[in-house]
């Protein structure tokens, strides 16, 4: 499954950064690489993720049942609920986002109605990439994907309507006692940098239609994107300093990266070289987080360090 992957699209970039994936029943590449637990101590390797995970994924999937309710069109509705509530989507980039939000004393509360807005783009890009004009994609997480269910038109208006709703779920549900108004437009601003003409859509467009750039580009402007996105609004919510955020994001986009070497199944020398290389690279940006003991709470370092082990290594699968 495609964790921090995202497809986007000319109408609405899409968001991947733990996204969904393509063939149903893919298995990832499993390649060797050298290093086993991601942490600075024992703790990391004693570190519960996929507890951690499922709790984080019950909370926002509850809350984005609440943000999504039934009402007219009907149509509409029930088509952008079908593609975000739907079943077996791992909420990577929300728990990314309450992770970084954590690790800087921030409440989780104040990073949930971010990180289910980067869900409701996340879904977005994806309903809009499985259309027939794109990638022609009639499934999604092994269920007919958005279009094939509710047809074309409604699939492109349930995308276009999520992209905005993501950004008034943000300005209307985020505490203003716990979030400055200042932070939340940092944030609404970071968002539409990333899925704009030159993040997301960016990344889309050259994978469509070519052009004179490396495999690394389309690789960091659709899969690194919204993993650093991710990371850097969480960071935002819970009060980091730029050069923490700067920090966050060369940590996201590696760790968006990785996960789709690694899941993109080519065992090639060069495959494997780029998957160490992004490993390492996340792990060296983390080591300003491990260094600094005083300052920054080593069991909310270790969250982001199993992100990195889990990209690279798949340790546990949730039930989903």
């Known amino acids: 499954m495609l964790l921090f992957s995202a497809s986007a699209t000319p109408l609405v970039p899409s968001l991947c950064f733990l996204a969904a994936e393509k063939p149903v029943n893919r298995r990832p590449m499993m390649v060797r690489l050298s290093g086993g637990a991601i942490g600075s101590s024992s703790s990391s390797s004693n570190f519960d993720l ?3 995970w499922g709790t984080l994924m019950t909370e ?6 609440e943000a999504i309710p039934v009402k007219y069109p009907t149509g509409i509705y029930e088509s952008m609920r079908y593609s975000v509530l739907a079943q077996g989507a791992k909420r990577a980039p929300p728990v990314m986002c309450v992770a970084a939000c954590e690790l800087f004393g921030g409440d989780r509360l104040a990073a949930f109605p971010t990180a289910c807005a980067l869900e409701m783009v996340h879904a977005a ?7 027939p004009c794109m990638d022609d994609d009639p499934v999604r997480r092994g269920k007919p994907s958005n279009h094939t269910v509710y047809g074309s038109d409604i699939a492109i208006l349930a995308g276009d309507a999520l992209f905005p709703l993501a950004f008034q779920h943000i300005v209307s549900h985020t505490p203003p006692d716990l979030v400055p108004r200042a932070t939340i437009l940092r944030v609404i601003a970071e968002i539409a940098r990333t899925v704009g003409s030159t993040g997301m859509a960016a990344g889309q467009f050259v994978d469509l239609e070519g052009g004179p750039f490396p495999p690394s580009f389309v690789q960091e402007k659709k899969f690194g994107a919204m993993a650093e996105c991710s990371a850097v609004c969480g960071g935002l919510l819970g009060g980091a300093t730029d050069h923490e955020l700067e920090t966050l994001r060369r940590y996201g986009r590696a760790v968006g990266m990785l996960y789709q070497v690694v899941d993109d199944d080519k065992k090639t020398d060069g495959a494997i070289q780029m998957a160490q290389e992004l490993k390492n690279k996340a792990k060296k940006e983390l080591q300003l987080f491990d260094d600094d003991d005083d300052k920054y709470s080593e069991e909310l370092v270790v969250p982001l360090h199993t992100f990195v082990d889990y990209a690279a290594h798949r340790h546990f699968l949730l039930p989903l």
């Open 60 to 65: 926002i999937n509850q809350k984005l049942d």
């Open 125 to 131: 890009s994806l309903i809009h990439d499985d259309l």
């Open 50 to 52: 996929k507890t951690y």
